[in-house]
């Protein structure tokens, strides 16, 4: 019996290179970011794959100096990626508190020039919102005494001469849960703090890196099928654990995947993102633009590492994954660790910006520490995003543990004579949300049937048809379902970085099941439900296509 080389997992050859490039600041663009990178690179070339170095433009915001004044005194702060850069003499406001700055907190008073003090790390939807109620700043209370470095940018990857004009317009500053308290009280008691924000921030267009690194099951072969193993590589600080760890593993997946290259059935490609911490995501957000036809007739799945290996990083339960590929990722995490993976959807984030055109996902932030916070976003560490990110907080067996899940996973996708895709359960998820639908004003009955007529079909296919023509019903299927499960439906424009719901494609729909029948807003709605209904019925057709022919 073939088994993974798994076994061959050497912790101690990965500490020896994590311990180098954790001694370089990446950030975006930089000179040290590509000095890292060049290790990276012949790393890479000596396990025999073809580099590819690319150089592209990129929008970056690299966050400066920052302090908040409070009634004369200087409060320990930071400012975000993205932010305006204060004027000299600071930006001066009225506090207004928003609570966790949601559309309800903002309607809730008028925010015109003033700060607003919210809840909790700096986001792009806080930011969004506070954008257009025109606040002229943001002050977030961090859920803890450590203060987290964040990009508050809605728009993924560059900005576009259509989206330029949702990027953040505030000055966005962070300070601690204690002075963040102190002042959110001080507004409870009636008072009326005079707080200033300064923020410097250096925020353009600069030249970025990525390292793509490549190994073809089959030498000869042209336009062969390929798995797209990616993780950033810039960081905030020294970034050992996010993401350092994961470069190393993605490295060390290299080295041994090339040694079982003898029974690869499609090839592997390695993607190193630069932009993602200070542009939004702008490496893989630019890759997929320029690679779209290359990706969208060849890829077959896209695994993405975060901030593995970490001390105290005991949960792999909560790692998000497709449903077509909950099944692998079950599985695997299973046998090499006993946890039994949870039914999470992948969020709106990481390096995931291929769903448009139709290539599933797996993972993002990967293994996680008992949640000690209930106010933080990841349940990665208090060293999240801050300067404590050292070679200190990386555990050795864990980290041996993650690149042994890894491997196992794209050594499945590269070898499995069927794709380990289950799409009878990913149909099975978008049936039950269009049964969540029944007496919407727009009938869903002929999706149903589709839906119904398109699982049998499928299941009859994978009886009969041989390996070679089920695979490429299978990436097909992944074009047309997988931008119906996570965008809003158009392949070629990038979704804003805020959240998303599942099948989000279904949310005129669900706004007409919502509103009262015969009210203008229900006839409203009913127009973007039609044109919501047929964009799915012309998916699931071709779908049914792909099976049927």
């Known amino acids: 019996m073939i088994t993974t080389p798994t076994e061959g997992v050497d912790s101690t050859l990965m500490m020896r290179h994590l311990g180098h490039i954790a001694q370089y600041v990446k950030l975006s663009g930089t000179k040290e970011e590509a000095e890292s990178l060049a290790y990276i690179r012949a790393a890479m070339d000596s396990y025999g794959y073809a580099t590819t170095w690319i150089e592209h433009d990129a929008f970056i915001s690299l966050p400066g100096k920052a302090s908040v004044v409070a009634d004369g005194v200087a409060l320990t702060a930071i400012t975000h990626s ?74 993924w990857g560059n900005p576009s001469d259509e989206t330029v004009a949702n990027m953040p317009t505030t000055v966005v500053c962070t300070v601690s849960e204690a002075d963040g308290v102190a002042l959110r009280e001080a507004l409870a008691r009636g008072e009326a703090p005079t707080v200033t924000l300064h923020a410097q921030v250096d925020t353009g267009w600069r030249t970025t890196p990525i390292l793509v690194a490549e190994l073809q099951a089959d030498p000869a072969a ?9 993780g ?97 990722a079950a599985g695997i995490i299973a046998k090499q660790s006993g946890q039994e993976l949870k ?14 055109i139709g290539i599933p996902a797996m993972f993002m932030a990967f293994s996680e520490q008992v949640p000690g916070n209930v106010k933080l976003r990841h349940a990665l560490g208090w060293w999240w995003h801050t300067p404590g990110d050292l070679l200190d907080k990386i555990d050795p067996e864990n980290l041996a543990r993650d690149a042994r899940i890894y491997l196992e996973i794209v050594d499945r996708l590269l070898t499995d004579e069927v794709l380990p895709m289950d799409h009878a359960a990913q149909l099975a998820s978008l049936q039950a949300e269009l049964s969540r639908l029944g007496g919407a004003g727009v009938t869903v009955d002929g999706l149903v049937a589709q839906v119904s007529a398109l699982g049998e079909a499928l299941a009859k296919a994978r009886a009969a048809w041989p ?48 509103a009262t029948p015969g009210t203008d ?29």
């Open 232 to 328: 950033h590589h810039d960081t905030w600080y020294f970034g050992v654990m996010d993401n350092g760890t994961a470069n190393i593993t993605m490295m060390e997946v290299a080295r041994l995947g090339a040694q079982s290259r003898g029974r690869w059935r499609r090839g592997l490609r390695f993607c190193f993102w630069s932009g993602h911490s200070h542009g939004r995501y702008s490496s893989s957000a630019w890759y997929a633009d320029t690679h779209w036809d290359e990706l969208e007739r060849r890829c077959v799945a896209h695994v993405n590492i975060d901030s593995v290996g970490a001390k105290g990083a005991s949960i792999l339960a909560e790692a998000p994954t497709a449903t077509e590929l909950h099944g692998l």
């Open 343 to 356: 039914t999470k959807r992948i969020g709106r984030g990481g390096d995931e910006s291929f769903w448009g």
């Open 82 to 155: 993205m932010s305006q850069s204060s004027p000299p003499g600071g930006t001066t406001g009225r506090l207004i508190y928003v609570g966790e700055g949601t559309a309800a907190d903002f309607a809730k008073q008028d925010v015109t020039g003033c700060l607003v003090l919210a809840e909790g790390i700096a986001t792009p939807g806080v930011s969004l919102l506070a954008s257009r109620a025109g606040a002229a700043g943001q002050l977030h209370i961090s859920p803890h005494e450590h203060l987290h470095e964040m990009c508050i940018s809605p728009v």
């Open 521 to 549: 807003a229900a006839k409203l709605a009913a127009v973007s439900a039609r044109q919501a209904r047929n964009r799915v019925a012309h998916a699931l057709r071709e779908a049914a296509a792909v099976i049927s022919g």
């Open 222 to 230: 042209k336009d062969e099928p390929f798995v797209l193993f990616s």
């Open 467 to 514: 390996a070679e023509r089920l695979n490429a019903a299978l990436i097909r299927l992944c074009r047309a379902l997988v931008p119906l499960d996570h965008t809003r439906g158009d392949r070629f424009v990038h979704d804003p970085a805020l959240p998303l719901p599942a099948w989000p494609v279904l949310d005129p729909l669900r706004r007409l099941a919502a």
